[in-house]
């Protein structure tokens, strides 16, 4: 079901959905949908023995908590260097990734039948009039603004490496031997590089979150045209995620959108 909360003379509405997809035995994905703080995490875990399910999971409660403890904050102790020319809503995104990061490190390493976890996670915060991004791995963001999907993070994986070095055709990119190599995740190393988008929100936009078993297996122009035809947050996610299973639904499956509306 979907909530709203209203955001600087608009209201903000999230609904969001998980599916094991039509080829796993488990869910190792983990989302996160708004309570009191305008956030929303969607997180895409790996590791055998159930350790990517540990992971997403992980991540998502310490970026939770570590919000929730700071939401009044203004003295920043926290157990990072703060880099003071961002925002403070950066800055507290910024510290509870990389805690999250640190924590499913230490999980890893302390019970070698976690050893390799990690996760991918993709965040969002409405908070001060904009729109706060944080973004590790290939889990995606994407905005659908006046009918014009984009993709605002760029994957952290093998693939997207390659193609920023060269130009690969669309054959070769279809092709490519390795797409699920992802060469920055949660867990891999004690510290991580977080990217962080700012956005400016306007009233009729739609941000998705979501993770491969998405993204990889539907088209950016289907994933436009069902997010553009669909006025109801809870059946989008409903039809995102049976476009994904329709379409082979190889891995898991988990979207958040959120939406922009009047009051």
Request: with cysteine.
């Amino acid at each position: 079901m979907s909530t709203s909360f209203p955001l600087d003379g608009m209201r903000i509405r999230f609904s969001g959905e998980t599916n094991v997809g039509s080829t796993r035995d488990h869910n190792e994905d983990s989302l996160f949908l708004p309570t009191r703080e305008r956030l929303a995490i969607v997180a895409d875990g790996m590791g055998g023995h159930a350790s990517g399910e540990v992971a997403s999971r992980l991540a998502v409660e310490t970026i939770v908590s570590h919000l929730q403890a700071t939401e009044n904050e203004q003295e920043l102790t926290w157990p990072f260097k703060v880099d003071r020319g961002h925002r403070f809503q950066v800055n507290r995104l910024v510290g509870a990734i990389k805690l999250a990061n640190l924590k499913i490190h230490e999980e890893a390493q302390r019970n070698s039948d976690r050893r390799g976890m990690g996760t991918t996670v993709v965040s969002t915060l409405f908070a001060g009039g904009a729109l706060v991004v944080g973004h590790v791995g290939d889990s995606r963001l994407y905005r659908l603004r006046d009918g014009r999907l984009e993709q605002m993070t760029q994957d952290h994986s093998l693939l997207n490496d390659y193609v920023k070095m060269k130009r690969l055709s669309a054959g070769e990119i279809a092709s490519f031997p390795h797409k699920n190599v992802i060469v920055r995740a949660l867990g891999m190393k004690p510290s991580v590089d977080v990217d962080i988008i700012v956005d400016q929100p306007r009233l009729g936009d739609l941000y998705l979150l979501c993770t491969d078993g998405l993204s990889g297996m539907v088209p950016d122009r289907e994933l436009a045209e069902l997010a553009a035809s669909e006025t109801d947050l809870d059946k989008l996610c409903e039809r995102l995620v049976a476009a994904a299973n329709a379409h082979g639904g190889l891995d898991n499956i988990t979207v958040v959108c959120a939406r922009l509306e009047p009051l």
